[in-house]
Nanobody, 125 residues
C-alpha cells in the first residue's frame, strides 16, 4: 500500500520557521525520490524541493533556495522540509509526492506517481 502522510503545517508569523514531515510507506521510501510541492489559492501547484532515495541528494526551487532544507530519515521512513524566513508568499497547501525521476523533469508534477493529502501553511504578515 502506498501512503504519504504530511504533518507539521500551521500558522506562523513572517520571519518564522516551520518543519513539515512526510511519512511514507516502506515501499515508497525505499525506491522513490520524494518531493514537496505547494499550491496557493488560485495558483498552479509548484515544485518546492526534492530528495533522492539513493544518495539523499537534494534539489530546490529558486524561490526557496537558502531558506528551505529537505532531508530524509531512513529509520523513520520520513522526509522533512525545514522552512526558515517564511513570508506571506509561502502561504499554501504543501504536498508530499513520490517520483522515480531524478534530474530533468523533476519539477514537473506530471512526473510524480503518488501524492499525500497536503498540509496547510499560513504565514501572517
Amino acid at each position: 500500500q502506498v501512503q504519504l502522510v504530511e504533518s507539521g503545517g500551521g500558522l506562523v508569523q513572517a520571519g518564522g520557521s516551520l518543519r513539515l514531515s512526510c511519512a511514507a510507506s516502506r515501499r515508497v521510501f525505499s525506491s522513490y525520490n520524494l518531493g514537496w510541492f505547494r499550491q496557493a489559492p488560485g495558483k498552479e501547484r509548484e515544485f518546492v524541493a526534492a530528495v533522492s532515495w539513493s544518495d539523499a541528494g537534494t534539489y530546490y526551487a529558486d524561490s526557496v533556495k537558502g531558506r528551505f532544507t529537505m532531508s530524509r530519515d531512513n529509520v523513520k521512513n520520513t522526509v522533512y522540509l525545514q522552512m526558515h524566513s517564511l513570508n506571506p508568499e509561502d502561504t499554501a497547501v504543501y504536498y508530499c509526492a513520490a517520483t522515480r525521476r531524478w534530474g530533468h523533469g523533476l519539477e514537473s508534477r506530471d512526473e510524480y506517481d503518488y501524492w499525500g493529502q497536503g498540509t496547510q501553511v499560513t504565514v501572517s504578515s
